[in-house]
């Protein structure tokens, strides 16, 4: 019952006829990392607009690294924790033969380990806060239609995450670790 108040649907733009509407659902089912819904929601938001989607129907959950790990296991056959999973329900006919750049309606589910966040932050020195909104966005990107197995897709998909959080007033995403120093051995 607790995780049901922690959960919100809510239509991202007041207004909007359903042929125009963009929906997503957060729901934060972990306790271990303190998370503000109504801001990685805000910030979602401002992702959608930003990529021009016309239509979503979204839904967020937010998770330890145990729930994570065994959908990892469950979906991908990989038993470890990882910091996000995205899950396409457009149906196949649309995933398969709509280009990233022309798709602009959405549906699918997006989950995200805070507590990877947390621990990832520390790495590479900034926010937890803004490295689990990094990693929502990068599953929006995924069913957006971007992909990341190869080399060039990867930078494709690093530049326009780093664009994405730009838009919406964050700072790009630090992804190269800090070197080493005698002080930090």
């Known amino acids: 019952m607790a995780a049901q108040n922690r959960c919100a649907t809510t239509p991202l733009a007041a207004g909007q006829s359903s042929l125009n509407r963009k929906n997503v659902v957060i729901c934060n089912r972990q306790r271990a990392t303190a998370v503000c819904s109504k801001t990685l929601k805000y910030r979602f938001m401002a992702a959608i607009h930003s990529l021009k989607i016309s239509e979503a129907d979204i839904s967020l959950a937010i998770v330890n690294d145990k729930e994570i790990a065994e959908l990892h296991e469950a979906w991908l056959g990989i038993p470890s924790p990882t910091d996000v999973l995205s899950f396409d329900l457009s149906g196949p006919e649309r995933s398969q033969h709509t280009p990233h ?16 966040a947390s621990r990832e932050a520390l790495v590479y020195h900034w926010s937890p806060d803004h490295e689990l909104t990094y990693y929502l966005l990068h599953g929006l990107l995924h069913l957006k239609g971007y992909n990341d197995q190869t080399p060039s897709e990867r930078i494709s998909m690093r530049r326009k995450e780093r664009s994405l959080m730009r838009a919406i007033g964050l700072p790009s995403p630090p992804r190269r670790r800090p070197k080493t120093t005698c002080e930090q051995r």
Request: proline share 0%; hydrophobic share 30%; charged share 40%.
């Open 101 to 116: 750049r022309n798709r602009d309606s959405i549906r699918g589910e997006i989950i995200a380990s805070a507590e990877t």
